[in-house]
């Protein structure tokens, strides 16, 4: 739900907006094994083992600043921005001061010593990630013995808040797959306060459903925006509350946007793949182009839905078919090499890529809500923690908020269609053209020639923005990259009005992105207004807009936003 304007922040606000920096997307260690983990920890435990004088030392540290804490003279804190600890208690009381700076001390002890052991990479950055999770479970703020906001709230509403919380832990293990609710659902209901924007479907395949947006101004730009969105979320991450509503902005912009909708795949749908797609995407592009009447399309994807919009666009090329017009690209990595300074990269080994495809095969889809719990863990204090903190140990509901309504709505990956996208990993095929091929059309995407305009966000950790730089440099030298300044969903759903908003914009011509930031352009407020200059520059003429939705050929087939969409 929207914020009111100077409202005073809750203990869910802040929780709501700390977790949708970190959203859902498509990466290779879906089918993650718990051995995988396992084999991590014991890593780990054998580096420390063979080098006792490093373990010695690191502990002896730590055992002189307990005895300072024990006696009152330590002068270890946490970190101010650590919200674990923001209660008063956690520096007034005696008991919960020593609480925390033993576990802070101790916290710094084994992440140091895990630091200090001689492991190769990518070890060391499993290690990092395995002592990381744990580190985080065993903070005292996760004890409703030791958090002293839970005991004063069981006190003050009399035992209600413990009795709440109970049946809320209950809840989660039966209806939510043993992990912690991160939004209260009853708040929301797709196609009235979300994916509310008026709409028609105007074309169906056994994969998509293609929805054409009506127009709010007189005059609209005759060539249409071609969505595609990622397969493992549902498409209306554009289309959330009327605020911050991509497809909205677009309309009052006079760009016709047209979305594609994925079904949600089932067993039935396990030989689904990439081609498969691309062919059902390729049908809806021929819907746009004929019904808006133009030559070609402008056409924009992110993350997973970037790797099909490129392999799509390269698919053409190869045929020297003409399409295509514009391409834009958000928060998408095509080099897999690049992407190599994030969480799910730590654990990336050819056991983990054929135990995900193994699985996803034998079940015939991989479930997204399998991936959601795997995400978790990979950031607890955001999306265990502070959910575990606030449902079970307050007794509260979880926050009621668009972003987490979205990213706990997930999909169903096609077993075929998981298996491509893990094969990227290996094959690389953006960077080295015919290790991939799309209906007998090898992909190159040296034969890609588009106006290209690619969006990364400054924090996010999924497709880190340096690896997205590679992208925008993969279609060109002169691609305009624009750097926004949050985390994955939050750098896109950034909207004018947005008071903390600013980009960093310039073209590719350097190879290093560290050097492109000397270069670039910072500039204020949000980049859709650029965006949206883009789009108008390459959006053909000015028409009348479209009395009513389709043509001859392509019919209404119902209302926005669609039939497939509601599909469990």
Same mark, same amino acid.
């Given at each position: 739900?929207?914020?009111?304007?100077?409202?005073e922040?809750?203990?869910?606000?802040?929780i709501?907006?700390?977790?949708?920096?970190?959203?859902?997307?498509l990466?290779?260690l879906?089918?993650?094994?718990?051995e995988?983990?396992?084999?991590?920890?014991?890593?780990?435990?054998k580096?420390?083992?063979?080098?006792?004088?490093?373990?010695?030392?690191?502990?002896?540290?730590?055992?002189?600043?307990f005895?300072?804490?024990?006696?009152?003279?330590?002068?270890?804190?946490?970190?101010?921005?650590d919200?674990?600890?923001?209660?008063?208690?956690?520096?007034?009381s005696?008991?919960?001061?020593?609480?925390?700076?033993? $576990?802070?001390?101790?916290?710094?002890?084994?992440?140091?010593?895990?630091?200090?052991?001689?492991?190769?990479?990518?070890?060391?950055?499993?290690a990092?990630?395995?002592?990381?999770?744990?580190?985080?479970?065993m903070?005292?703020s996760?004890?409703?013995?030791?958090?002293?906001?839970?005991?004063?709230?069981?006190?003050?509403?009399?035992?209600?808040?413990?009795?709440?919380?109970?049946k809320?832990?209950?809840?989660?293990?039966?209806?939510?797959?043993?992990l &912690?609710?991160?939004?209260?659902?009853?708040?929301?209901?797709?196609?009235?306060?979300?994916?509310?924007?008026?709409?028609?479907? /105007?074309?169906?395949?056994?994969?998509?459903?293609?929805i +054409?947006?009506?127009?709010?101004t007189?005059?609209?730009?005759?060539?249409?925006?071609?969505i595609?969105?990622?397969?493992?979320?549902?498409?209306?991450?554009?289309?959330?509350?009327?605020?911050?509503?991509?497809?909205?902005?677009?309309?009052?912009?006079?760009i016709? &946007?047209?979305? /594609?909708?994925?079904?949600?795949?089932?067993?039935?749908?396990?030989?689904?793949?990439?081609?498969?797609?691309?062919?059902?995407?390729?049908?809806?592009?021929?819907?746009?182009?004929d019904?808006?009447?133009?030559d070609?399309v402008?056409? #924009?994807?992110?993350?997973s839905?970037?790797?099909?919009?490129?392999t799509?666009?390269?698919w053409?090329?190869?045929q020297?078919?003409?399409?295509?017009?514009?391409?834009?690209? %958000?928060?998408?990595?095509?080099d897999? #090499?690049?992407?190599t300074d994030?969480?799910?990269?730590?654990?990336v080994?050819?056991?983990?890529?054929?135990? %995900?495809?193994?699985?996803?095969?034998?079940?015939?889809?991989?479930?997204? +809500?399998? #991936?959601?719990k795997?995400?978790?863990?990979?950031?607890?204090?955001?999306?265990?923690?502070?959910?575990w903190?606030?449902? $079970?140990?307050?007794g509260?509901?979880?926050?009621?908020?668009d972003?987490?309504?979205?990213?706990?709505?997930?999909t169903?990956?096609? %077993?075929?269609? +998981?298996?491509?996208?893990?094969?990227?990993?290996?094959?690389?095929?953006?960077?080295?053209?015919?290790?991939?091929?799309?209906?007998?059309?090898?992909?190159? #995407?040296?034969?890609?020639?588009?106006?290209?305009?690619v969006?990364?966000?400054?924090?996010? +950790?999924?497709?880190?923005?340096? %690896?997205?730089?590679?992208t925008?440099?993969?279609?060109?030298?002169k691609?305009t990259?624009i750097?926004?300044?949050?985390g994955?969903?939050?750098?896109?759903?950034?909207?004018?009005?947005?008071?903390k908003?600013?980009y960093?914009?310039?073209?590719?011509?350097?190879?290093?992105?560290?050097?492109?930031?000397?270069?670039?352009?910072k500039?204020?407020?949000?980049?859709?207004?650029?965006w949206?200059?883009?789009?108008?520059?390459?959006?053909?003429?000015?028409i009348?807009?479209?009395k009513?939705?389709g043509?001859?050929?392509y019919?209404?087939?119902?209302a926005?936003?669609?039939?497939?969409?509601f599909?469990?």
């Amino acid at each position: 739900m929207a914020k009111k304007p100077g409202a005073e922040k809750t203990l869910a606000d802040e929780i709501a907006e700390d977790a949708s920096q970190n959203t859902l997307a498509l990466n290779p260690l879906v089918g993650l094994r718990t051995e995988d983990l396992m084999k991590a920890a014991g890593t780990v435990m054998k580096a420390m083992a063979s080098q006792p004088q490093a373990l010695a030392q690191q502990w002896m540290g730590f055992a002189t600043e307990f005895g300072k804490i024990v006696t009152g003279q330590s002068e270890i804190e946490a970190d101010p921005k650590d919200r674990r600890f923001a209660d008063p208690a956690w520096k007034t009381s005696g008991l919960h001061k020593g609480l925390m700076q033993s $576990y802070v001390a101790w916290g710094k002890a084994v992440t140091e010593l895990v630091a200090r052991t001689d492991l190769p990479e990518p070890d060391a950055a499993r290690a990092r990630l395995v002592t990381s999770i744990f580190v985080d479970a065993m903070a005292p703020s996760n004890n409703p013995l030791l958090n002293p906001t839970a005991l004063k709230t069981m006190v003050d509403s009399g035992g209600k808040s413990s009795v709440a919380g109970l049946k809320n832990f209950f809840d989660d293990m039966t209806k939510n797959g043993g992990l &912690p609710s991160s939004v209260d659902v009853s708040k929301f209901k797709v196609g009235e306060n979300l994916a509310n924007t008026p709409g028609t479907v /105007v074309f169906r395949n056994e994969v998509l459903e293609l929805i +054409h947006y009506t127009a709010s101004t007189d005059k609209v730009f005759q060539r249409p925006l071609l969505i595609v969105p990622p397969q493992i979320n549902k498409y209306y991450s554009v289309d959330l509350a009327p605020e911050k509503s991509m497809i909205r902005f677009l309309l009052a912009n006079g760009i016709q &946007p047209y979305c /594609v909708s994925w079904r949600n795949p089932t067993p039935e749908q396990r030989d689904w793949g990439l081609d498969t797609y691309i062919a059902a995407l390729d049908e809806a592009c021929d819907a746009a182009r004929d019904i808006t009447g133009a030559d070609t399309v402008n056409i #924009m994807g992110s993350c997973s839905g970037g790797i099909t919009l490129s392999t799509y666009v390269a698919w053409l090329a190869g045929q020297n078919l003409k399409k295509i017009n514009a391409v834009i690209l %958000a928060v998408c990595v095509l080099d897999t #090499m690049a992407a190599t300074d994030n969480d799910f990269a730590a654990l990336v080994t050819p056991e983990s890529i054929m135990a %995900a495809k193994q699985m996803s095969k034998a079940r015939g889809i991989l479930d997204g +809500h399998e #991936m959601a719990k795997m995400f978790a863990w990979m950031r607890p204090n955001d999306l265990i923690w502070n959910y575990w903190v606030n449902n $079970y140990l307050l007794g509260n509901k979880p926050p009621a908020f668009d972003v987490l309504y979205w990213n706990a709505d997930t999909t169903r990956l096609p %077993a075929r269609l +998981h298996g491509d996208f893990l094969d990227l990993i290996f094959t690389n095929p953006f960077m080295n053209a015919g290790k991939m091929s799309i209906h007998g059309v090898p992909i190159d #995407m040296k034969k890609v020639k588009h106006e290209t305009y690619v969006i990364a966000g400054t924090t996010d +950790h999924i497709t880190p923005w340096k %690896a997205v730089y590679q992208t925008a440099r993969i279609y060109g030298d002169k691609t305009t990259f624009i750097l926004s300044n949050s985390g994955h969903l939050q750098s896109l759903l950034n909207p004018p009005g947005n008071p903390k908003a600013w980009y960093v914009k310039g073209t590719t011509k350097v190879k290093d992105a560290d050097a492109w930031t000397q270069t670039a352009e910072k500039k204020e407020g949000s980049w859709w207004l650029d965006w949206a200059d883009f789009l108008k520059k390459h959006s053909g003429d000015e028409i009348d807009a479209p009395k009513a939705p389709g043509n001859k050929k392509y019919k209404a087939l119902g209302a926005a936003p669609g039939t497939y969409i509601f599909e469990a």
